[in-house]
Structure formats: C-alpha cells, structure tokens
C-alpha cells in the first residue's frame, strides 16, 4: 500500500517561512509525478504547486508563485513545499499527492493516485 506522510506544518506569523516534507513509502517514487494542495473548511481543494516526475519541470498557483516552491528528492523519497513570506490567506490544511506519470501542468486538475493525510498551516496577521 502506497503512503505519504506530511510534515512541517505549524503557527507562523505572517511574513514567516515553512518548509513543508512529504515522506511517500510502499513503492518506488520517481515514476510519480508529485503535487501539493490546500483546503479548509470553508474552500474546496485548492491546487499549491506540483513536480514532474525528475522535478525538471514545476509549476506554482498564481496565488502562490514567487513565494513557494518545490523541490523533490527522489533518493530519499521525499518532496519538499518551501513556504516563503506566509500570508494569512495561506492558513489551510496542506496534502500531498502523486500521480503515476503526471506532468507539472497536469496535476493541476487534482486527479491523482494517492493522497496523503495532510498538514496544518496556520498563519497569524
């Protein structure tokens, strides 16, 4: 069974940095195309940023762009959301997912193979 494992969520104040990990297990991890999204309550799923499969390609959320990025590390399984220059709007719960072959642009859509279980973000004014 294929799990991802979020990471570094926490409380910030505004104009802080977070680096967010995702820790995938139970199968190889370079053939996944790999993406982050955020939600809350009272919004639906909102897509963040994604990875092609080598992490030669990436795109980022206009409401995001400049201030994060990813990053992944295939030797070590893991893909990294670097959150700079927080904004309270950015408050949400953040997941990874992956998507057998997915390109950067593609992920966008949100249709993916598997989700992790999420981490918060809570960012104060």
């Known amino acids: 069974q294929v799990q991802l494992v979020e990471s570094g969520g926490g409380l910030v104040q505004a104009g802080d940095p977070l680096r967010l990990s995702c820790a995938a297990s139970?199968?190889?991890?370079?053939?996944?195309?790999m993406g982050w999204f955020r939600q809350t309550p009272w919004k639906e799923r909102e897509f963040v940023a994604s990875s092609s499969r080598n992490g030669g390609s990436t795109y980022d959320a206009d409401s995001v762009k400049g201030r994060f990025t990813i990053a992944r590390n295939n030797a070590k399984n893991t893909v990294y959301l670097q959150m700079n220059t927080l904004e309270p709007e950015d408050t949400a719960v953040y997941y990874c997912?992956?998507?057998?072959?997915?390109?950067?642009?593609?992920?966008?859509?949100?249709?993916?193979?598997?989700w992790g279980r999420g981490t918060q973000v809570t960012v104060s004014s």
């Open positions: 997912a992956e998507k057998y072959g997915g390109g950067a642009l593609g992920i966008r859509g949100g249709t993916m193979d598997y």
């Open positions: 139970g199968r190889t991890f370079s053939p996944y195309g």
